[in-house]
């Protein structure tokens, strides 16, 4: 047993130590998929675009293809050449509702939509990866989930691909024993991988609220009930109690970002409306915060006379990393890359990733992989989910060793 756990330690030394040049040998095939799936971007949970352009790239290797029934969602399998466990390997195909405005020469035709969060390249880099991996098949004790999946931005993709079976596909000995993700950046060094054991993105909940009140002429407003004011004593009410109802040490962030009344300057509205996030790093705090929203906006109402409707859209759950993954992915990203390309987060980040409903299940990790522009500095540079940000293409090398490297860490 001593003798083969060496020999499957010596071949997996020599595989890792050529996969960063495996990794720029496809990077043809990674840019012009990429580039593709950039001119024609797609939003929320049905692309037909990518998936097509998915199966057309997947299509020569070796792999057992799955489509989702509800979804535009693609499940590659690739069987090794020995029994063992199963690695699930994620990335997200969706785009946002932008309208590009950068110089690339590829830059979106779809007026109103554009890959401002960089899922073609994780799909790109995905199916690079697959390629590489393909190429170690008979090396592979067990078997590769390539989960491409719509619907990221707000929609639950991985939620529905959860429901239609992506993890239990295989019957419960073929639950993945480990699931990776990563997450490209515009704002961090090219080439640099980031990330951090436990939470390492928030839970994201949609606030919105409707004041009530009763509408009339603005030379009378004691004739009338108006909701202006009571939705604008509720913002600061809703911020008070962020500062007061929630421990410093648990962070949590309240945003209301947008808010709506009447139709013209001389009649007092029927109705004001707030629209917002609740952004939260534990089950407990985002529970009880829900609580105090409710109270916090049905009282500041009352006292205005008003009433108001409380609607609160549950959204993604923590992101949450297992600590022995993370150390996994960091330690592996080290061996591939160097010390200085790897980074521990201090802190998480407050967006939301649903990343998250596969972590809920199984145990992994996502990481952040820079991608700054040549020439720009990452403090300023256009950030994630700004219409004119862009992405060094030359991150994804290193991003397709990753994906494959996670693989083969677990399986050779």
Not at 10 to 30: C, D, F, I, N, Y
Not at 297 to 323: F, K, Q, S
Request: hydrophobic share 45%; charged share 20%.
């Amino acid at each position: 047993m001593a003798s083969s756990d060496s020999r499957s330690a010596t071949l997996l030394a020599a595989v890792l130590s050529g996969l960063a040049a495996e990794a720029r040998r496809v990077q043809p095939r990674t840019v012009a998929l990429r580039r593709a799936l950039h001119r024609r971007p797609e939003i929320g949970l049905d692309l037909p675009v990518a998936r097509d352009a998915i199966l057309t790239e997947l299509a020569d290797l070796p792999l057992r293809l799955h489509l989702g029934r509800e979804v535009s969602s693609v499940v590659g399998v690739l069987e090794g050449g020995r029994p063992g466990p199963t690695v699930l390997l994620r990335a997200d195909m969706d785009a946002l509702p932008l309208q590009e405005d950068t110089a690339v020469e590829f830059r979106s035709k779809t007026d109103g939509a554009m890959h401002a969060c960089g899922h073609d390249t994780h799909v790109a880099m995905l199916a690079s990866a697959a390629r590489v991996l393909a190429n170690h098949r008979e090396d592979l004790g067990g078997r590769v989930l390539f989960m491409f999946q719509p619907g990221e931005e707000g929609f639950h993709g991985a939620r529905h691909m959860i429901s239609d079976g992506l993890l239990d596909r295989h019957g419960p000995a073929g639950l993945p024993k480990a699931a990776y993700a990563l997450h490209i950046s515009a704002t961090l060094p090219s080439g640099e991988v980031h990330t951090r054991p436990g939470p390492i993105m928030a839970a994201a909940d949609v606030l919105r609220v409707t004041v009530v009140g009763r509408g009339g002429h603005a030379s009378a407003p004691h004739d009338a009930v108006d909701p202006v004011p009571a939705a604008a004593a509720m913002v600061g009410a809703l911020q008070t109690m962020m500062t007061r109802k929630v421990d410093t040490h648990q962070p949590a962030v309240l945003t209301i970002a947008r808010i709506t009344a009447g139709t013209t300057n001389n009649i007092i509205p029927e109705t004001a409306e707030l629209e917002g996030t609740l952004r939260t790093m534990s089950e407990p705090v985002r529970l009880a915060l829900r609580e105090e929203i409710r109270r916090v906006c049905r009282h500041t109402a009352l006292a205005h006379d008003c009433t108001a409707r409380v609607d609160i859209e549950p959204g993604y759950p923590v992101t949450v990393n297992d600590p022995a993954a993370a150390t996994t992915l960091g330690d592996l990203a080290t061996r591939l890359f160097g010390a200085r390309k790897v980074a521990t987060m201090p802190t998480p980040i407050m967006g939301a990733e649903d990343f998250a409903y596969v972590l809920e299940r199984v145990p992994g990790a996502l990481a952040f992989l820079g991608a700054c522009s040549p020439g720009a500095d990452p403090l300023g540079a256009a950030p994630n989910h700004s219409n004119r940000v862009t992405f060094d293409e030359a991150a994804m090398v290193p991003g397709v060793a990753l994906y494959a490297g996670l693989a083969l860490h677990h399986l050779m």
